[in-house]
């Protein structure tokens, strides 16, 4: 593993398992009457779209869906590859002739690009990356063959590590920083920003000052976006709590309130208009967004105390690894995903013990991120999710 994936590591996902999964310490107990989410603040009657929601909400965005396959970026940072769902081959990003993809003039070399770490998206026929200019993260679009890259706009300032996220929605992206300014003394305006993929402009369309605040979290469902604003729970630890999961909505503007619980993750099932969530120390609820009634599906347990949910179109997948890797021991951990049908029955349970990031995916393929020195990206095809137990590598 390279020293510099190692910094990335403790810069941004240790940083991330103390965020999260410290909030166990705090606030775990269970409660015998939820409270029920805002239901005219969720949205309804929407498909999954563009925006690939099904991607876990924190921590590294090293992977992206496109319509034959996945583009993703190596785990030392220099290259940008191609995982060909139907052939599971891999293939370098490049298209130049002849070009032997081991110099700086490769198309898929990231490493010349300066860019900020861990993040790739594909969104309306483009790759999109940030890379890292005079202290600020600059939006660049290119095609999928590296051939063509175009500047967009910068967007905030920033460093090259891997704290500035974006969402993608229509014609816009929004960006946000993850964790940049937590535990710090000093208060900070943390924004979301809105950039035009047209002509580059932007706006703020959310801030909070604060001391020891994050947003977090940031998904986009339908006609809104939703995020988390997370507060510290105890001075100069990373002891914390999420303060409310709040929406957008892209026609009028407004922000409105979901949820005040301490909601570690969420997703929507637009078929059944389910909101599902999970109340750290209570347990996975699942919200009908019509009826505008709140059942307990799951109750936290030792095993799932704290979870990340993603949905992908037909299952709803729920892990427990940032809780287990920071609250026990190396031998004592027992990482799991839990794969549940849309009525919240449990379908599949299966070992993570080789996992260090779960990425998610969308319908297809399910992608993680070895816990082994190997520093290995992995795999499991969903087309058999229902008895799927066995991680495979990428690129055997």
Same mark, same amino acid.
């Given at each position: 593993m390279?020293?510099?994936?190692?910094?990335?590591?403790l810069f941004?996902? *240790?940083?991330v398992?103390?965020?999260?999964v410290? *909030?166990?310490?705090?606030t775990n107990r269970?409660?015998?009457?939820p409270?029920?989410?805002d239901?005219?603040s !969720?949205?309804?009657?929407?498909?999954?779209? =563009?925006?690939?929601?099904?991607?876990?909400?924190?921590g590294?965005?090293? @992977?992206?869906a496109?319509?034959?396959?996945?583009?993703?970026?190596?785990?030392?940072?220099?290259?940008?590859?191609?995982?060909d769902?139907d052939?599971?081959?891999?293939?370098?990003?490049?298209?130049k002739?002849e070009c032997?993809?081991?110099s700086?003039?490769?198309?898929?070399?990231?490493?010349?690009?300066?860019? !900020?770490?861990?993040?790739?998206?594909?969104?309306?026929?483009?790759l999109?990356y940030?890379?890292?200019?005079g202290?600020?993260?600059?939006l660049?679009?290119?095609?999928?063959?590296?051939?063509n890259s175009?500047?967009?706009?910068e967007i905030?300032?920033?460093?090259?590590?891997?704290s500035?996220?974006?969402v993608?929605?229509?014609?816009?992206?929004?960006?946000?920083?993850?964790?940049v300014?937590?535990?710090?003394d000093?208060?900070f /305006?943390?924004?979301?920003?809105?950039?035009s993929?047209?002509?580059?402009? /932007?706006?703020?369309?959310?801030e909070?000052?604060?001391?020891n605040?994050?947003?977090?979290?940031?998904k986009?469902?339908g006609d809104?976006?939703y995020?988390?604003?997370?507060?510290?729970?105890?001075?100069?630890?990373?002891?914390?709590k999420?303060?409310?999961?709040y929406?957008y =909505?892209?026609q009028?503007?407004?922000?409105?309130?979901?949820?005040?619980?301490?909601?570690?993750?969420?997703?929507? !099932?637009?078929e059944?208009n389910?909101?599902?969530?999970?109340?750290?120390?209570q347990?996975l609820? @699942?919200?009908?967004?019509?009826?505008q009634? /709140?059942?307990?599906?799951?109750k936290s347990?030792?095993t799932?105390?704290m979870c990340?949910l993603?949905y =992908?179109?037909?299952?709803?997948?729920?892990?427990?690894?940032?809780?287990? *890797?920071?609250?026990y021991?190396?031998d004592?951990?027992?990482?799991?995903?839990m *794969?549940?049908? /849309?009525s919240?029955?449990q379908?599949?349970? !299966?070992?993570c013990?080789?996992?260090?990031?779960?990425?998610?995916?969308?319908?297809?393929?399910?992608?993680a991120?070895s816990?082994?020195n190997?520093?290995?990206?992995?795999?499991?095809d969903?087309?058999?999710?229902?008895?799927a137990g066995?991680?495979e590598?990428?690129?055997?």
């Amino acid at each position: 593993m390279s020293k510099k994936k190692k910094l990335i590591i403790l810069f941004s996902i *240790v940083a991330v398992l103390l965020v999260f999964v410290a *909030v166990y310490i705090v606030t775990n107990r269970i409660k015998s009457e939820p409270s029920e989410p805002d239901y005219s603040s !969720i949205s309804g009657e929407y498909v999954l779209d =563009d925006s690939q929601s099904y991607w876990k909400g924190v921590g590294l965005h090293d @992977f992206t869906a496109t319509e034959d396959g996945y583009y993703f970026l190596t785990s030392d940072m220099q290259y940008l590859k191609y995982f060909d769902y139907d052939t599971k081959e891999v293939i370098i990003a490049c298209a130049k002739p002849e070009c032997n993809h081991k110099s700086s003039s490769c198309n898929a070399y990231m490493g010349s690009r300066a860019y !900020i770490a861990d993040n790739i998206y594909y969104h309306d026929g483009y790759l999109y990356y940030m890379k890292y200019s005079g202290g600020m993260s600059v939006l660049v679009r290119m095609d999928t063959a590296g051939n063509n890259s175009e500047e967009i706009t910068e967007i905030m300032p920033s460093g090259q590590d891997s704290s500035t996220k974006l969402v993608f929605h229509g014609d816009y992206a929004y960006a946000y920083y993850q964790y940049v300014h937590y535990t710090l003394d000093e208060e900070f /305006t943390e924004v979301i920003k809105r950039i035009s993929l047209k002509d580059g402009s /932007t706006k703020d369309i959310y801030e909070i000052s604060g001391k020891n605040i994050s947003i977090a979290n940031v998904k986009s469902y339908g006609d809104k976006l939703y995020f988390e604003v997370q507060e510290q729970a105890e001075k100069r630890s990373y002891n914390s709590k999420t303060r409310g999961l709040y929406t957008y =909505d892209y026609q009028t503007g407004n922000i409105s309130l979901v949820s005040d619980e301490n909601v570690s993750d969420y997703c929507i !099932i637009p078929e059944k208009n389910i909101f599902a969530y999970y109340v750290t120390g209570q347990g996975l609820y @699942f919200s009908d967004i019509n009826e505008q009634t /709140t059942q307990l599906i799951l109750k936290s347990d030792k095993t799932y105390d704290m979870c990340s949910l993603s949905y =992908d179109g037909k299952y709803v997948y729920m892990d427990n690894i940032l809780y287990q *890797v920071y609250y026990y021991s190396y031998d004592d951990r027992n990482k799991k995903c839990m *794969v549940l049908n /849309t009525s919240g029955e449990q379908i599949n349970e !299966i070992s993570c013990d080789s996992v260090m990031t779960m990425y998610f995916g969308d319908s297809r393929c399910m992608f993680a991120w070895s816990d082994d020195n190997s520093s290995e990206y992995m795999y499991i095809d969903k087309k058999n999710i229902e008895n799927a137990g066995t991680w495979e590598i990428i690129g055997e």
